[in-house]
């Protein structure tokens, strides 16, 4: 067999250099094995769309130079970045702030953080080998994808919150990221949340920065449900126009856990949020919703594995794509039942309407299922809204854009009204109405 | 109030209208009967605006006005209203939230104030009471699993509250029990009113017992074929549509 040279592209080769620099800068890297994360990525590079996981999502192509880790910033430039940020801004929140990708404690609630929650940053967990970071990476196929292994390769900073058993606060938590800058730089961070067994907890997550800045955000959160605990997560991302954001969600449920996880986009040049789930306790239930609202240039991916590994889980996947214009939606979903899995019920859907003929929407549906009493199945459409409503509609005295409004806002209405926090479910339906009004 | 002259309809190169004639009088109430396949909710669509209609000839003048240059949106805030022989579901869209952006998307084309969020509760419940329309209904999203009766039942609510000069009215008795009948009638002729009229489309005479006419009209292959007072809607119950179908392909 010939010899088969990996070519590296210039963003490959400048993300080794930027490694072996800041290596030296970095925490004890123990604690995240950095290094193996690295070497990893490495041999595999950037996935390109030869990669099945990346086909939609060609990260190679997109990803043309290795921007360098952002600085802490000032004081002063972090207030003035986090001053015109407005995701969850209206929600009562005790607040911990990023700005590009390091926690800001002047503009956090340490010291105002709801009962029973504590929050350690991360590079304080790591200099002192806290306990919970073995909770780091919940789900086994999270640490092959490599855009956690960059996440962690070049990991800055982050926090590790953790809810006391049985607590349950009413005032969530608001994970606030915000960029700033003027030259081309990535983030890196990691948020760890632990649920004690019975906690119940909120958790709202908003992502900003400025247009016509290419930024690399690149956002991990981990998260441990204990047995009968329940987390209720909103994200909104807000990123700006030229962003490469790429997210991921990994969350390990015990037994008779509840998740609600909701993401609404309409920012980033290209984004891919990624959700790995660990049904590893019996009957949890996982309510995963996506919304995306799209417009020229866009694409947004939001790829689902459900890893379903104990009896009676309930996954409920729901995935609203909006297109206006020259865009990309991609939805890839897979749900595995493990053969001990019986009883699993999982129903995947991704809907997609298309505003205009030029956008197009990419599906990929996939289950493995190795148990035999289970209910799975997946669905998805994609189409245009509908003549005869819009007909009715207009018929009443709304004007086109008016009815046409009323029908988007129907349509992925859907996947955020089941958000349990009313001041979170509310933040949503600003973001889509604010999305159709920009739209005009 | 309404007039439309040698109204010629094709849909995808099906002539539907041929040179259609009527007149509607303030305050009158016409219906049209006539057998199926002869152009009724054809003229109702094209009157309301639906694009899908090719109209080749003819014009439809509400005041005066032509509307076939108009979209069925500023057609609906000059003052024509269609209530729908299927009134569509819209899921997500809460039946107040719509009703509030109707009325307030005509009062602002036709440049009034929108209405407050008291005024506007206060008149929809008042509607509602008279046409026994559950609060419950209220808050569910439009139409959505409202029986057929229900259905109906919201498309004369709607009337009411956007108090239209032009109502047609497109087989509004289809799929109704008699008590839903009575109710949505009684609906319609509180309406009646100088400055308002009526089209009123219709197979059976049953309707028409509960909406007395002022005029009706027997269409057939796309035009008005006789003209009459309610006594003709009697004759057509008694003899059918036979003769009004004889010359007709097959």
Redesign the interface.
Known sequence: MADVTNLRSPAEAGLSKLFESSRAAFASEQAISREEAFRFFEATGLPSRRVEAFKYTDLRAAITEAAPPAEAPSEDAAKAAVAGATGFHEVEAARLTFVNGHLVAALSDLDRLPEGVTVTPLNEAMGKGDARLKLLAPVEQVRENPVYQLNTAFLADGALISVAAGAKPATPIHLRFVGTGATSFSTATRVLVDLGAGAEFFLLESHEGPSGLIYQPNDALDVHIGEEAALRHSRINREGDAAIALSTLSVRLDARAQLETVNLVTGAKLSRHQLYLHIAGEDANAVVNGAALLGDGQLADSTLLADHAATGGVGREMFKTVIDGEATGVFQGKIIVRQGAQQTDGKMKSDCLLLKDEGQMMNKPELEIFADDVACGHGATCGAPD???L??????????A??ES??V???V??AV?AVTHEGAREALIGGIEAWLKARG | MLEIKNLVVQIEDNRILNGLNLTVNDGEVAAIMGPNGSGKSTLSYVIAGKEDYEVLDGEILLDGQNVLEMAADERAAAGIFLAFQYPLEIPGVGTMTFLKACLNAQRKARGEDELSTPEFIRAVNGAADKLEINKEMLKRALNVGFSGGEKKRMEILQMALLQPKFCVLDETDSGLDIDALRIVSEGVNALRAQGRSFLVITHYQRLLNHIVPDTVHVMSKGQIVKTGGKELALELEASGYAEYRTSEAA
């Open positions: 003549d005869e409503l007909f009715y509609l207009m018929a009443r005295g709304l004007p086109r008016t009815a009323l029908l806002q129907a349509f209405g859907e009204e």
